[in-house]
């Protein structure tokens, strides 16, 4: 006699659906956000002489905004050809670094998640994406991999269209203060800070880093005030780290 579970599997996949669609509720304002940078980038890709695929597939493997920017920046103003590569790949490294201590301050909340999310999810995340991923841990504890799906998935295919639109209007985007797209990756970041904030109430760590990567700018050379500011966080927030209350 044939026993029928019961629709345990249906269930799972409407609460895949949620959480996916949830994962991409959260991150269409990041995305909106981060569309101007995008065609930034694909504006500065054509006029350092790029082709179109050039720059979407370079936004495919490295797929970080800041490094993109400051690599064509110096591949653009650059004055000795030769030291470009390891110029170019010294400063982002350097800008890069802070995925570190993001990377282990996501560690204890994705553990549990399967690897062949959490390991693509790792490989495409960004600002964006750790925050909101951080932020829907500290609320509600409730990620999965069809969140952190729907937060990634989208969030990659955006920053790669814009960059290739970018590319097609890059001859008419001269100078980006003109259309206000200079400040739209302050914005985003604004937007994250404020987030956190609301999610904790914690002001301590946001004050510090910004006084310690403000300081650091105008003591150490190149990037390194990035990741000054981020350590100077990180290390804020463990210190003065209280356990929620269950009462």
Not at 28 to 48: E, N, S
Not at 203 to 210: K, M, N, R, Y
Request: hydrophobic letters at 55%.
């Amino acid at each position: 006699m044939k026993t029928h579970r019961p629709h345990s599997d249906s269930l799972k996949q409407q609460e895949a659906h949620a959480g996916f669609f949830s994962g991409c509720l959260d991150i269409l304002p990041m995305a909106v956000g981060a569309a101007p940078f995008g065609v930034i980038i694909g504006a500065m890709a054509i006029q350092a002489g790029l082709e179109p695929w050039e720059i979407v597939f370079m936004g495919a493997v490295v797929f970080a905004g800041a490094a993109q920017f400051i690599a064509l920046d110096m591949w653009t103003s650059a004055l000795l050809p030769g030291s470009v590569a390891l110029a170019i790949i010294g400063t982002t490294l350097m800008v890069n670094l802070r995925h570190i201590l993001m990377g282990a301050a996501a560690a204890p909340h994705i553990r549990g998640i399967t690897p062949w999310v959490r390991y693509p999810y790792l490989y495409v995340m960004a600002d964006e994406t750790w925050a909101m991923t951080i932020r829907r841990a500290r609320v509600n504890n409730d990620l999965g991999p069809a969140y952190l799906a729907g937060l990634a998935l989208p969030f990659y295919l955006n920053w790669l269209v814009w960059s290739y639109v970018g590319t097609q209007i890059g001859d008419v985007i001269n100078d980006p203060a003109v259309y206000g797209f200079d400040f739209v990756f302050t914005a985003v970041f604004v937007t994250l800070i404020f987030g956190f904030w609301k999610a904790d109430r914690h002001l301590l760590p946001i004050i510090v880093s910004a006084m310690i990567a403000l300081l650091a700018r105008e003591v150490l050379p190149g990037t390194w005030y990035i990741f000054a500011g981020s350590v100077a966080g990180v290390l804020t927030a463990i210190i003065t780290y209280r356990e929620p209350s269950h009462e």
